[in-house]
C-alpha cells in the first residue's frame, strides 16, 4: 500500500558548504574521542570503579550510539546539498534515535537515584545500589528502549506512505515521517503521546522529585563544608539533566512552520550533537578522580 520507497532529505538548504561540513566533522571527531576516553578511563583507574562512573560509561555509550547514527548522514547531506535514503533505511535510522534517547531518559533517571541514596540514604546506598542493581537497572534501561521504540517504528510502518517524499530535515525524525503519510495518524499520534509520557515525563518527575528531597537534605547540613561537598557529588549530573532535557522540550515544542522551521533543525542540531560533546565534559572537567585517571593513563602510555 505504500507508494514510496525513496526519501530525500533537505539537510541545510542554502547552508551547504565545506566549512560546515568541517565543523560537523571536528563535533563528531570530538563527541567519538570524549566519550571513548571517558569509558577507557572508568575501566581502567579502579578510582572510578563505582555505580555512578558504570551508568556513566551507559550513558558515553548511547552518546556514541547517537552520533554515529545521525552525524555521518548529516555530513553526506552537506557536503552535496541533500541526500537519498530508503524508506526501510529511514525507519532503521529512526529506530535506532529511539533507542539512544529513550536509553539516555532511563539511565539519567537511575543516575538520579543513585545520587539521591548517596546524599539522602547513605547508611543504606552500599546494600541497595549493589553490582546486581547495576547490572540489572542497566540492562532493563536497554531492553525497554529497544522495545519502545519499536513500538513506534511499528506504527510507522503501518501507515501509508504515497505523498511527497521530501523529508525537511536532516534525519528521520518522527513529525517529518508521519507528515509524508496519506493515511489516518489518530491512532498512531495517541500511542505516541503515551510512550512520550512514561519514557521522557515520567523518568523526568521521578528525577525532579530526587533532586527536591536530595536539596533538602543538602540545606539541613550544617557545615559549609559539607553542603558544598554533597552539591558538588550531584551538580555534574544535574547540569547534564537540565541539559538533555531543555534541548528535548525546546526541539519538540518549537512550531516547525514558516520561518521557524530553521530554528527547530538548529535545536535538532544541538539536541543530536552539541549535547553529546557536552556530556563527558560536563563530568570530566571538574572532576579530580577523572583528571587523576587521565594524568596516570598519560603517564602509562
Not at 566549512?19 to 578510582?47: E, H, K, Q, T, W
Not at 515525563?201 to 525532579?208: H, Q, T
Request: net charge neutral; hydrophobic share 50%.
Amino acid at each position: 500500500m505504500t507508494n514510496i520507497s525513496i526519501l530525500y532529505l533537505t539537510g541545510f538548504p542554502g547552508l551547504h558548504n565545506l566549512n560546515l561540513f568541517s565543523f560537523l566533522l571536528l563535533m563528531f571527531c570530538l563527541i567519538m574521542v570524549g566519550n571513548i576516553l571517558i569509558i577507557v578511563l572508568i575501566y581502567l583507574s579502579r578510582n572510578l570503579h563505582s555505580p555512578m562512573y558504570f551508568f556513566l560509561t551507559q550513558l558515553s555509550l548511547s552518546d556514541i550510539l547517537l552520533a554515529t547514527n545521525i552525524i555521518p548522514n548529516m555530513l553526506s547531506l552537506v557536503l552535496h546539498e541533500g541526500a537519498t535514503m530508503s524508506l526501510a533505511g529511514c525507519l532503521v535510522q529512526f529506530y535506532v534515535f529511539g533507542i539512544a534517547e529513550c536509553s539516555e531518559c532511563l539511565l539519567l533517571t537511575v543516575m538520579s537515584y543513585d545520587r539521591y541514596m548517596a546524599i539522602c540514604k547513605p547508611l543504606h546506598y552500599n546494600n541497595i545500589i549493589n553490582a546486581s542493581f547495576c547490572l540489572k537497572s542497566v540492562v532493563l534501561s536497554w531492553i525497554v528502549s529497544c522495545f519502545m521504540s519499536l513500538l513506534d517504528v511499528l506504527g510507522l510502518c503501518r501507515l501509508q506512505f504515497c505523498g511527497d517524499n521530501v523529508i525537511d530535515h536532516f534525519f528521520c525524525d518522527y513529525s517529518p515521517m508521519v507528515k509524508l503519510s496519506c493515511s489516518d495518524t489518530f491512532p498512531l499520534q495517541v500511542q505516541t503521546f503515551i510512550l512520550g509520557f512514561c519514557i521522557i515525563a515520567c523518568p523526568f518527575i521521578i528525577i525532579v522529585i530526587s533532586y527536591v528531597c536530595i536539596i533538602v537534605t543538602i540545606l539541613k547540613i550544617q557545615s559549609d563544608s559539607g553542603r558544598q561537598k554533597a552539591f558538588f557529588t550531584c551538580s555534574s549530573h544535574l547540569s547534564v539533566v537540565s541539559i538533555f532535557y531543555g534541548t528535548l522540550i525546546s526541539v519538540y515544542m518549537v512550531p516547525t512552520r514558516g520561518q521557524l522551521l530553521i530554528l527547530g533543525k538548529v535545536l535538532s542540531v544541538f539536541y543530536t550533537v552539541v549535547t553529546p560533546l557536552l556530556n563527558p565534559l560536563i563530568y570530566s572537567m571538574r572532576n579530580r578522580d577523572f583528571m587523576t585517571a587521565f594524568r596516570n593513563l598519560q603517564n602509562f602510555i
